[in-house]
């Protein structure tokens, strides 16, 4: 017990900044694939500018799947950005931090 209050004591003596110890934040990794996903082209058969078409049900189905992969592929990519977003944001707070700790380090 007599120990433990000696080293109670010296704790409280030394100063705190002896102990600090200033880690450098690591900077967040690109995402995988920075290329946005790539619309489907609207079929041969399809009239835009009447907005009618002269395609079989084959070639709506596929086009309609094509679209619905494309809208799945944008909000995984824009998951992917919001996520890499999110830790640069990190990154720039324990930028912060670390550049603070190392001034205190100064004193």
Same mark, same amino acid.
């Given at each position: 017990m007599k120990n433990f209050l000696v080293v109670l004591i010296i704790f409280l003596i030394i100063p705190v900044k002896v102990f600090a110890w200033c880690s450098e934040p690591m900077a967040p990794s690109a995402p995988s694939s920075w290329s946005k996903p790539t619309k489907p082209s609207v079929p041969f058969c399809v009239n835009e500018w009447n907005n009618t078409h002269t395609?079989? +049900?084959?070639?709506?189905?596929?086009? /309609? /799947?094509? %679209?619905?992969? &494309?809208? &799945?592929? #944008?909000?995984? !990519?824009?998951?992917?950005?919001? !996520? !890499? #977003? +999110?830790? @640069?944001?990190?990154? #720039? /707070?324990? @930028? &912060?931090? &670390? @550049? $603070?700790?190392?001034?205190? $380090? %100064?004193d």
């Open positions: 395609c079989d +049900d084959w070639t709506i189905t596929s086009y /309609n /799947n094509d %679209l619905q992969n &494309y809208r &799945y592929d #944008v909000e995984n !990519y824009q998951r992917e950005l919001q !996520y !890499y #977003v +999110d830790e @640069a944001q990190r990154f #720039v /707070n324990d @930028a &912060y931090e &670390y @550049a $603070n700790c190392e001034i205190r $380090n %100064l």
